[in-house]
């Protein structure tokens, strides 16, 4: 049966009154994520005077640099509903190809970025194609390519450090250079890359099939999109941020270290879901992602200053996840 004209008119009305909900549910889950990097400001700052200056938040910009990026890049493959548990281990084979570039094989620098970038993309795309086409859970799926990339990276590194000084001495100027005085390179690059993110996610076709994607697969493929095609195209786009991410660490240290990695994939995840992404997809913003970026940066950081012990960090971080994933949970169960 068809619908009346008054009928189309009261759906269409349901339909702005859901939009405009989303909308200020966004907002909220937004403003409470920045209220809470407020409250973590202001909490380090009092309690020890060495937090609130500009030589520390200038470190703390340059540790969310690295969580930043490869947060935007898992930002995408959550809204699907995915997960992607490669991205530390993956990160750190994308800095220890880069060297191996540069460093063991004498290539220009910029062939090494692309090489160290190519990597991760190359990552992201196996991740994508054993998810679609073998139906591997994402979770399965990416926690192989965790140890894969762990394995590779120690094992072509010789389980040695590269380092970049004496091959390519400006190497390190990818992030620790000042375009803009006062502010690392490294944090420009995150900045820039959270614009694209953003133009990706809000005004264009691979945004708006990763959020129809998340919100119900099926009923998308119904619809006529080749869901697989572009759930590849997310984890490949998450890749190469991935890769990004490793050319940025190796540039920060100046150079590359085969053992590092582990456990950058729990920070960078905790960044998406306590920025108001839902694990079980379907919303997220680039914004949020961000600012809980932030949060996880300035948590980490105000922990060290007030010399917490390593032991004990790990713990309120974990709880921190664990709030951030029940608090997303509870979301669901509400509507929120």
Do not use: C, H
């Not at 990097?37 to 009092?46: G, K």
């Not at 120690?154 to 375009?179: E, M, Q």
């Not at 990004?244 to 920060?252: E, Q, Y």
């Amino acid at each position: 049966m068809n619908a009346t004209p008054a009928t189309q008119q009261v759906e269409k009305a349901d339909e702005q009154k859901l939009g405009a909900g989303a909308f200020w549910r966004k907002q909220l889950q937004q403003s409470l994520a920045f209220g809470t990097l407020v409250v973590l400001i202001l909490f380090f700052s009092l309690a020890s005077g060495n937090f609130f200056t500009w030589s520390n938040i200038s470190g703390i910009l340059l540790a969310t640099a690295v969580i930043g990026i490869l947060a935007l890049g898992t930002t995408f493959v959550i809204i699907t509903g995915g997960i992607d548990l490669s991205l530390g281990t993956g990160m750190t084979l994308a800095a220890v190809m880069t060297g191996i570039f540069v460093v063991n094989m004498g290539l220009p620098v910029w062939i090494g970025v692309i090489g160290g970038v190519s990597t991760g993309a190359l990552m992201g795309l196996v991740n994508g194609l054993n998810i679609t086409f073998l139906r591997l859970p994402p979770f399965i799926a990416t926690l192989a390519m965790m140890m894969i990339a762990q394995g590779l990276a120690l094992v072509i590194s010789g389980v040695r450090p590269i380092y970049f000084s004496t091959a390519a001495p400006d190497f390190k100027n990818i992030a620790l250079g000042t375009l803009v005085p006062g502010l690392p390179n490294a944090v420009l690059i995150m900045f820039v890359l959270a614009i694209v993110a953003y133009f990706l996610l809000s005004k264009t076709i691979v945004g708006r099939f990763t959020f129809a994607i998340g919100s119900n697969e099926e009923a998308t493929r119904l619809s006529g999109v080749n869901t697989r095609r572009w759930k590849i195209i997310v984890y490949t786009l998450s890749g190469v941020f991935t890769g990004i991410a490793g050319v940025v660490i190796a540039a920060r240290l100046d150079s590359a270290q085969p053992q590092l990695g582990v456990g950058y994939e729990l920070q960078a995840i905790a960044a998406v879901i306590i920025g108001g992404t839902s694990l079980l997809g379907g919303r997220g913003s680039i914004l949020g992602t961000v600012i809980g970026a932030l949060i996880m940066s300035v948590l980490i950081n105000g922990l060290r200053i007030m010399s917490i012990q390593t032991e004990w960090q790990n713990v309120v971080v974990g709880v921190v996840i664990l709030i951030a994933v029940f608090a997303d949970s509870l979301r669901s169960r509400k509507g929120i």
